[in-house]
């Protein structure tokens, strides 16, 4: 089974360009401390309520969080040969230091060959700044982690439909795409084809033991790949994540969110 990218992000080498989030995980930066409106209908039954207060925002997430990486999702019960979702940004992040960020993927940190990390994500990306990113990365084998930007600006109630599949007739070949266009090159990945169970993640990084960062992602339609370039089925759990301070909220038959408490 795999699990979601414990590794060292904050500690590769960063280029304003293409690797902007590993500045901010490691600069100061003043919190844009604020309220955020959900986006109602689907899931405001789960969520409880359309308004999360100011001074909620003003003050961070109300869980006290463990220095590290905290997560909450869902991972697909077999391998397949990739992942969809309609990925929506419920409510203005909050973060207090490191980041947060939901995304779709597959692959892991022991995933690659001879257990090296090896892994492909989409998704958002949060800084403390209070600024969002559409973003992919990208992690071969004994190679540092590869952050590309899709989109520099994304908003409370925004959705992008993201997939990771493998090529039709070349498995062991991944493309990211963003509302059905490509983005980047074909990558590939050894040893993938028929291995890998992808991933829906909710992810917060906190560089010191604090208030938790807060975050609400809503994955919509969340579907599984048949095989390379095949068709899309609903997809079916085997492992949940909810760790201390975030939880998973199944919507179904084919959604989910992931939020702070």
Not at 232 to 245: E, I, L, M, R, T
Request: with cysteine.
């Amino acid at each position: 089974m795999g699990i979601p990218r414990r590794h060292a992000r904050q500690a590769a080498a960063a280029t304003p360009d293409r690797d902007t989030r590993y500045f901010y995980a490691n600069v100061p930066r003043k919190v844009l401390r604020q309220g955020s409106v959900l986006v109602c209908g689907l899931v405001a039954s789960i969520l409880c309520t359309c308004f999360i207060p100011a001074a909620r925002g003003q003050a961070g997430g109300s869980t006290l969080c463990k220095r590290g990486y905290k997560y909450a999702g869902l991972q697909s019960a077999t391998g397949t040969s990739g992942i969809r979702a309609n990925l929506k940004i419920l409510a203005q992040p909050v973060v207090l230091t490191g980041h947060v960020a939901g995304w779709v993927g597959v692959g892991g940190p022991n995933a690659g060959p001879g257990g090296t990390a090896q892994w492909l994500q989409v998704g958002y990306f949060a800084f403390p700044d209070g600024s969002m990113q559409l973003y992919y990365e990208v992690e071969l084998p004994n190679s540092a982690p590869q952050y590309h930007v899709v989109k520099g600006r994304v908003t409370p109630g925004e959705a992008h439909l993201v997939s990771i599949r493998e090529v039709s007739g070349h498995p062991g070949m991944w493309q990211i795409r963003v509302d059905g266009v490509p983005v980047g090159p074909a990558y590939f990945l050894a040893g993938s084809h028929g291995r890998y169970q992808p991933q829906g993640i909710g992810e917060s990084w906190n560089p010191t033991a604090s208030e938790c960062n807060t975050y609400a992602w809503l994955f919509r339609g969340v579907e599984v790949a048949k095989g390379p370039g095949g068709s899309w089925v609903v997809a079916k759990s085997s492992h949940q994540w909810h760790d201390a301070g975030y939880s998973l909220k199944l919507i179904p038959p084919d959604s989910f969110a992931t939020v702070s408490r």
